[in-house]
């Protein structure tokens, strides 16, 4: 008796590599977004976590906060000893929290920038860059005002790789141009806030400590203000 050994025919096989080739056109978007998803929520909880620390540091110094990123020790440096993940060595950068997981280069050690922004009246709209700690009593709305946000990357935005980088001192925002906004590319006032790091805008810190996604169209600089 002959055995006839089937195999599968060319159409055969062309049918089974359009269909594999379909799921994964359906599945790598699918995978892409839940992975995209996963480290939104990574990203907020670190800033959860940072408000956390901030707010016992706040108990701690009579309700003052670090604002500026040049001339006084960052705010990342003195929040350490109120954080739940203790440092090894006493250096920043082994503090997981303080990296956002979206951000392109894993060299960025900072990956969130702080209100530096002062004004000199209600009606004043340019402001310009505070450096001294500020009372959180004389923040009137907490619960609208921006403490921490997404740092933005680019060609014009520095990779700090320790705390004596240079561009430590650019890791704040208080000018018009470093909203997300903003088009400018100049290294001083050029944008500073992640335009599109999730989705089409970035992850927030308020003042009374709440963390929410913004869209960078949405943004003003009122949001950045202690006194209204």
Known sequence: MMHRHHGFT???LLVVIAIIALLMGILVPVLHKAREQGKDIVCRNNLRQVGLGANLYAEDCDQYLPRGAAGNVAWYVLFMPYLAQKPIGNDYRNVEIYRCPSYPDKEQTVCYIVNGWD???RTDTTGHEILKPSRLTQCDRRAET???TDNEDGPWRYIVRTATDPGINRC???HPG???T????DVTTGRRVARARHKTGANVLYLDWHVEWMDAETMSIDMWRFKR
């Open 146 to 148: 921006l403490y921490l």
């Open 10 to 12: 060319l159409i055969e």
């Open 119 to 121: 004004f000199d009246s």
């Open 178 to 180: 470093h909203l997300p």
């Open 182 to 185: 903003s088009d400018s590319e």
């Open 172 to 174: 704040d925002i208080w």
